[in-house]
């Protein structure tokens, strides 16, 4: 008895540090991830800033003289800010992302990621008019995606869903399946990815079944039909 109680208490002080020890890997996956986008927008983002502010400064200075001038600057200001977002969002979309010497994935991949990420039973469901998105926002989509893959339990015969449904002011993704006993840092790391983008992650278990449903805006002028 004082053998099994001893074994017992260990069991539980264990499973307590390796609980303690998901969480801290899950937060430095987080930051990790941070880190990296704020190495690769840092100096992006200095230099369009400076051009932008030039260019206002330059408006403001032809604004009594030359209003047509003036006007001309402000709508580079403007351009160059919209165009300053744009390329924001793409470096954010590679978020921890491997440089390939190939193509990078796209929507369009995710029935090949089905077959390869899992053995149970993955079916794919688009809904909604189809847009071409930019590359960053496909390419995150596609890894939200596998990331959620991985924080469900890979059983042969078992039934995993995933939804891609696409409306005229966002991209949802609803993917379903029995939930894994060790998600690890699948979560974090989906979760991480979709609050840069601005979006939403909602996780629900209910019968084990688990589904996690991804909201993503799409911005006036980020996709086109």
Request: proline residues 4%; hydrophobic residues 45%; contains cysteine.
């Amino acid at each position: 008895m004082r053998s099994r109680t001893e074994a017992a208490r260990e069991l539980r002080a264990r499973n307590a540090e390796l609980r303690a020890q998901r969480e801290q890997t899950a937060e430095l996956a987080v930051a990790a991830d941070r880190a990296r986008v704020a190495a690769d927008l840092h100096e992006f983002v200095h230099e369009r800033i400076a051009a932008i502010a030039d260019a206002a400064s330059t408006g403001r200075d032809l604004l009594a003289a030359d209003p047509a001038a003036a006007q001309e600057a402000l709508v580079q200001v403007e351009n160059s800010g919209r165009a300053t977002l744009a390329q924001m969002r793409e470096v954010v979309g590679n978020l921890r992302a491997e440089r390939l010497t190939g193509p990078q994935p796209v929507l369009a991949d995710l029935s090949d990621l089905l077959e390869r990420a899992t053995t149970a039973d993955a079916r794919l469901t688009v809904t909604g008019s189809v847009r071409v998105l930019p590359a960053g926002l496909e390419l995150s989509a596609y890894r939200i995606v596998e990331h959620l893959l991985e924080a469900l339990e890979d059983v042969p015969r078992a039934r995993i869903d995933v939804r891609l449904r696409f409306t005229e002011s966002t991209l949802e993704l609803d993917v379903t399946g029995p939930p894994s006993q060790q998600p690890g840092t699948a979560f974090a790391t989906a979760r991480e990815r979709v609050a840069v983008l601005g979006g939403s992650l909602r996780v629900e278990t209910i019968a084990q079944r688990c589904t996690a449903s991804v909201r993503l805006p799409l911005t006036p002028g980020y996709a086109t039909t």
